[in-house]
Nanobody
């Protein structure tokens, strides 16, 4: 059974930074799969904001976070990060990491974390 656990959320002022982490349990390293970060604000649909494939050669961002957020993995392959800079109030949401079914990034996400809350005040 694979479990994903996010951490690093919190409350910051507009313009601040946070780094989210996602740690996985399980025998197969996260580096084997495409990984992604998603967020969902109250009353809004879940938004895919950043993905990274297993080779790190295909990294994609939603337009809403491009240039401000950076997705990365550590060298061990079992921790995923999301560095968030220049945070805005509209970034306020619950943030989730997810593991894709494949090494390339498809629309099939197999496992999800429980989420970590990010709140940005103006």
């Amino acid at each position: 059974q694979v479990q994903l656990m996010e951490s690093g959320g919190g409350s910051v002022e507009s313009g601040g930074s946070l780094r989210l982490s996602c740690v996985a349990s399980g025998r197969i390293p996260l580096s084997t799969y495409c990984m992604g970060w998603f967020r969902q604000a109250p009353g809004k649909e879940r938004e895919e904001i950043a993905t990274i494939d297993n080779s790190r050669g295909d990294i994609r961002y939603a337009d809403s976070v491009k240039g401000r957020f950076t997705i990365s993995r550590d060298s061990s392959g079992n921790t995923l990060y999301l560095q968030m800079n220049s945070l805005r109030p509209e970034d306020t949401a619950m943030y989730y990491c997810a593991r894709n079914r494949y090494g390339f990034c498809s629309g099939s996400w197999s496992y999800w974390g429980q989420g970590t809350q990010v709140t940005v005040s103006s």
